[in-house]
């Protein structure tokens, strides 16, 4: 019996999850449902305002569909099988599918990061140079940046699950999370894994810097632009825009580099859960509320759609 034992065993992991049955974390378990349901809808809400209403089909509002769609997969990678597993007892998640969430986890994190780059890229264009905006920032050359941003993602992500699930794997193959993570499973690994780590790390550099690079960049430049600025609303607009924008890279970054550039050695497991649960939760919900809410143009499209929405129930 322990030989069938070992060996289907050694098909999967256990996720251990990050709250037990205590009411303290029966409630924060009810909180993260909530907060993706609301991620869930708000990021489903935008990417369809964007697609139907046609004064939205601009660059800036194309990439931020794109970002709302990458969110949803983000929530949509790690929360589902989580309640799932908490609601059925069971901790368990095979190979195929451990190596589905870090392939669709680090894939999505690092486009959103080119993504961001781009969306940076996009305001400088339109406020530093608005009479060239229509040529620089053109449809074939904004789907071309949106295309580079989910392909150079996805790239990370079959790099990191081609090496991550080539490891062997002994003793208890218990992640101390609640979906796989690369970090989670370096712990368990039996091979010597620095090297991993240290490619993990200049993949990072790379994937984090040079968008961080382009993101400073840009906005240097639009700030000066701004603050040269003669009209009082032209420079409000300005700093709306970006100020909702600089508040998204700022939380992305903050966690994404907190999360992966520190050594194996300092992590604390809890610490790592709780951020990485901010990071792949509260992220993707606060984005949408982020963007729209200071926007007049989606409040307006949404307004739009509800109103339409009225229209058709008074015929009918």
Request: hydrophobic content about 50%.
């Amino acid at each position: 019996g322990i030989l069938v034992e070992n060996q289907t065993f050694n098909s999967g992991f256990i996720l251990l999850g990050i709250f037990n049955y205590s009411p303290t974390h029966i409630f924060l378990f009810s909180l993260v449902l909530g907060i993706f349901t609301v991620a869930f809808m708000g990021n489903t809400a935008m990417i369809l305002l964007i697609y139907l209403d046609t004064q939205l089909h601009t660059p800036m509002y194309f990439l931020l569909s794109q970002l709302s769609l990458m969110d949803l997969m983000l929530v949509c990678t790690t929360v589902p099988k989580m309640a799932f597993n908490y609601m059925s007892g069971s901790k368990s998640i095979s190979l195929a599918g451990c190596g589905a969430q870090i392939f669709f986890y680090v894939s999505l994190l690092g486009a959103e990061c080119f993504l961001l780059a781009t969306m940076a890229y996009d305001r400088y264009v339109a406020i530093c140079h608005p009479l060239r905006y229509s040529i620089l920032m053109n449809q074939k050359i904004c789907g071309l940046m949106a295309a580079c941003s989910w392909i150079l993602g996805s790239l990370d992500g079959i790099i990191e699950v081609a090496v991550a699930l080539s490891f062997s794997y002994c003793g208890a193959r218990e992640i101390p999370h609640f979906f796989c993570d690369v970090p989670a499973l370096l712990i368990l690994s039996c091979t010597n894994t620095l090297l991993f780590e240290r490619m993990i790390f200049i993949c990072c550099v790379i994937m984090l810097l040079f968008p961080v690079a382009v993101i400073i960049a840009s906005y240097v430049h639009v700030i000066v632009a701004v603050i040269h600025m003669g009209s009082g609303e032209g420079r409000r607009k300005a700093f709306a825009t970006c100020s909702s924008h600089l508040t998204v890279v700022g939380m992305y970054y903050g966690a994404a580099m907190f999360i992966y550039m520190r050594p194996t050695s300092d992590r604390s497991p809890t610490q790592d859960k709780m951020i990485s649960a901010f990071y792949t939760i509260l992220t993707p919900m606060l984005n949408p509320l982020i963007y729209s809410l200071r926007n007049k143009e989606v409040v307006r499209a949404f307004l739009k759609m509800l109103g339409k929405g009225k229209s058709r129930e008074q015929i009918a």
